[in-house]
């Protein structure tokens, strides 16, 4: 059984062009998150959702929209692709009923290349 | 503030060498520690983890203890081997406010 699922796994796009990547998650956790991973591995947080309400939105240019139509989902939107948003994005869950409650459970992340 | 600091790759060992990759934090509360392993192409899993000061995570031969007077969760294995290569994360999540800190990151590749 998966526990956190992403698609696409592959996105190659045009600069200029509008994109998505869907995250959900079968764990019952309250709390999902969107993380961008760089060529070096640094993993930066984007987002936070709690119960479908937005707690933690980094600096993060406008163009990144995420959206969380219900607790198991959260979408991330891309508008105006550039050539620095080439990268792995990873959407993580979180909310075990005990401790340590903020564990963060990954999907096997989304590598996007803008062309 | 919260942060966790992390030991600067790449490494490179031997296959059967010792391993230690250290890690060190600073926190605010009492938090929970994790190491997390990235293996080529695929996303983060959860390799241990200690909840308090004293606990020593273990999984695969790999073990790290929370030192709170040190404040530091090293990465320790004893005889790597060459599929251990990877990257690994040290990590803080905070229990309150749901805030996770990651580290940077350490590549760590093992050679027969």
């Known amino acids: 059984d998966t526990a956190v699922s992403q698609t696409p796994k592959y996105l190659v796009t045009q600069m200029g062009n509008d994109k998505s990547i869907k995250c959900e998650q079968n764990?019952?956790?309250?709390?999902m998150y969107w993380y961008k991973q760089d060529s070096k591995k640094f993993l930066k947080i984007m987002f936070s959702?709690?119960?479908?309400?937005?707690?933690i939105n980094e600096t993060v240019p406008n163009r990144f929209s995420p959206k969380s139509p219900d607790k198991a989902h959260l979408n991330l939107h891309i508008n105006s692709l550039e050539l620095g948003d080439s990268a792995v994005y990873f959407c993580?869950?979180?909310?075990?009923?005990?401790?340590?409650?903020?564990?963060?459970?990954f999907g096997p992340g989304t590598r996007l290349t803008v062309l | 503030g919260n942060s966790v600091t992390q030991m600067e790759g790449p490494v490179t060992l031997s296959e059967e060498a010792f391993l230690t990759i250290n890690c060190t934090y600073t926190?605010?509360?009492?938090?929970?520690l994790f190491w997390y392993v990235q293996y080529p192409g695929e996303g983060l899993q959860l390799l241990l983890k200690?909840?308090?000061?004293?606990d020593k995570g273990s999984n695969k031969g790999f073990e790290a203890t929370y030192r709170k007077e040190t404040t530091s969760f090293h990465l320790e294995k004893g005889s790597v081997q060459v599929s251990d290569s990877a990257v690994y994360f040290c990590?803080?999540?905070?229990?309150?406010?749901?805030?996770?800190?990651f580290g940077t990151g350490t590549s760590l590749t093992v050679i027969p």
């Open positions: 993580a869950s979180s909310g075990r009923r005990q401790p340590p409650y903020n564990e963060q459970f």
């Open positions: 764990l019952g956790h309250d709390t």
């Open positions: 959702y709690n119960n479908k309400e937005l707690i």
């Open positions: 926190a605010t509360g009492y938090p929970s």
């Open positions: 200690a909840t308090k000061a004293d």
């Open positions: 990590a803080l999540g905070t229990n309150t406010g749901n805030q996770f800190y």
